[in-house]
């Protein structure tokens, strides 16, 4: 009897791709974890215990068929576990590298809840979907017939691409608007490449363009186009534009020369990184070389920025945090990450104000904390008098984002939204309150993952053809 490729869990412990040593890959930003070899694929891959519940693709938010491709895998049936996986997920190299997976699928390993550590899924994902773009399994979209009607999506973020995809590949006329230069969003423009590196999210842009999604870029809704006349243009629209207005602190000197957000330094650091000019980048005010770096703030943004400050040559990299490291909300991995390459972290802080103009540093109160908040985490308190000061040459603002006001951005009536400013949108369908018109992914969210913003995409894309279904049947009566 051949012997069963799984359940070897509880003989071949977990383990991970090889991680450059933190001397090493601080010099640059290319990605941390090495890649899998087909065997120790398969190897970890046949730790699965094909749990007859999966709590794994039960907590993935795209439901993931996971321990079917892992099963694929470990039987080295490497082009049929890409088949499963892409059929569910638009972006599966992407969510491989992302994903905060010890939250999501890995969090809730049936395995790991038994103690013999969790199958690395992730990591199994990212070789199964490179390998597939390596062997050339990845092809352009080729609609098996065209509908003749078009849908415009205004955003190139995760959420827009994966409508997009959905849509095309049904036979839509697909066209994208997007402010920036470049389609990804914040998978361009707001990762770091040491955790998304830019070619990867550069070859499924080009997929997407190959098979007819036409990308219109450098496109600022409301000022290069209204609105209005992309409504007229299209049959449906989706509005996928994430959300990018950052919060901001009010305390004294809030606005000194030296403070930035953490969404412009992040923006300019992956230009620079694509060969870009970046004026602010070139002259400091936008670069971390040979500065005493402080980032406020607790989220992956926040790592991310201190991150890559390590690898821009400051000289110093603190993160100061008003709660405590088992309540932040930041990866927990990304936070060991950040401390292998130098970050030091000073929980329980939180700024009162700064000094100087340029900056010179942060007038920091300690914290504790008191009282669950609304949201179940205890509420941080300030310790009268226990007031220090941290010396630095540049604070980033990494607090998290808003939506912007689009309603008189863009001049619409009838687009409704939330009282925090999102639009007011069903969650299963994107449908917004103005007819035609849709809304996926953080502006209806809020500050979200990415996997989300992708089931988002799949789940309006598939209203909207039953929209335009409709629409087809009134057309031919």
Not at 92 to 107: F, V, Y
Not at 186 to 195: A, D, M, R, V
Not at 384 to 392: L, T
């Amino acid at each position: 009897m051949a012997e069963n490729p799984m359940l070897k869990f509880v003989k071949i412990p977990r383990g991970m791709p090889k991680k450059r040593a933190a001397e090493d890959r601080t010099e640059d930003f290319g990605e941390i974890y090495s890649d899998f070899i087909m065997s120790k694929a398969e190897e970890q891959a046949s730790r699965c215990s094909q749990c007859g519940v999966p709590y794994c693709q039960t907590h993935c938010p795209l439901h993931n068929n996971i321990p079917d491709w892992l099963r694929l895998t470990a039987e080295g049936r490497l082009r049929e576990a890409y088949e499963i996986s892409q059929a569910t997920n638009t972006f599966p190299e992407i969510c491989g590298r992302i994903c905060p997976q010890d939250r999501l699928c890995e969090g809730n390993c049936v395995i790991e809840k038994s103690g013999h550590g969790t199958v690395t899924i992730g990591s199994v994902e990212k070789y199964i979907t490179d390998t597939a773009w390596e062997q050339g399994w990845v092809q352009p979209i080729q609609p098996s017939e065209e509908r003749g009607q078009s849908v415009g999506i205004i955003g190139a973020g995760p959420g827009g691409l994966a409508t997009a995809d959905v849509l095309r590949r049904a036979g839509v006329k697909v066209t994208v608007y997007d402010r920036y230069d470049r389609a990804g969003g914040l998978l361009t423009y707001g990762i770091p490449g040491f955790k998304l590196e830019k070619d990867i999210v550069m070859q499924r842009v080009a997929q997407l363009q190959d098979g007819g999604v036409e990308i219109i870029s450098n496109c600022m809704v409301g000022v290069d186009i209204s609105f209005d006349d992309i409504r007229a243009k299209h049959d449906a629209v989706v509005i996928a534009t994430g959300v990018y207005k950052s919060r901001d602190l009010q305390v004294t000197g809030s606005d000194a020369d030296g403070i930035v957000k953490a969404i412009d330094y992040l923006i300019a650091s992956n230009k620079h990184g694509f060969g870009d000019d970046v004026p602010e980048f070139n002259d400091g005010s936008l670069n971390a070389n040979g500065k005493k770096v402080i980032v406020i703030g607790g989220g992956d943004t926040a790592m991310d920025c201190v991150r890559t400050a390590v690898r821009q040559g400051a000289t110093s990299v603190k993160c100061l945090y008003r709660r405590d490291r088992e309540n932040m909300p930041g990866s927990l991995r990304e936070t060991q990450n950040a401390e292998e390459e130098g970050v030091e972290f000073v929980w329980l802080t939180a700024p009162k104000g700064f000094s100087g103009t340029p900056v010179t540093g942060v007038n920091v109160q300690k914290m504790r904390l008191g009282l669950p908040d609304a949201t179940g985490r205890q509420f941080p308190e300030v310790i009268e008098g226990a007031d220090y000061f941290e010396s630095a040459d540049l604070v980033i603002k990494a607090l998290g984002f808003e939506p912007e006001d689009l309603p008189t951005l863009w001049g619409t009536d009838g687009l409704e939204v939330t009282r925090w400013g999102t639009i007011r949108a069903d969650y299963e369908t994107g449908r917004t309150s103005v007819p035609g018109v849709y809304a996926v992914g953080d502006i209806v969210r809020g500050a979200s993952l990415v996997v989300w913003a992708i089931r988002d995409g799949r789940d309006c894309a598939a209203a909207v053809l039953e929209q335009l279904d409709t629409l087809g049947v009134i057309a031919a009566e």
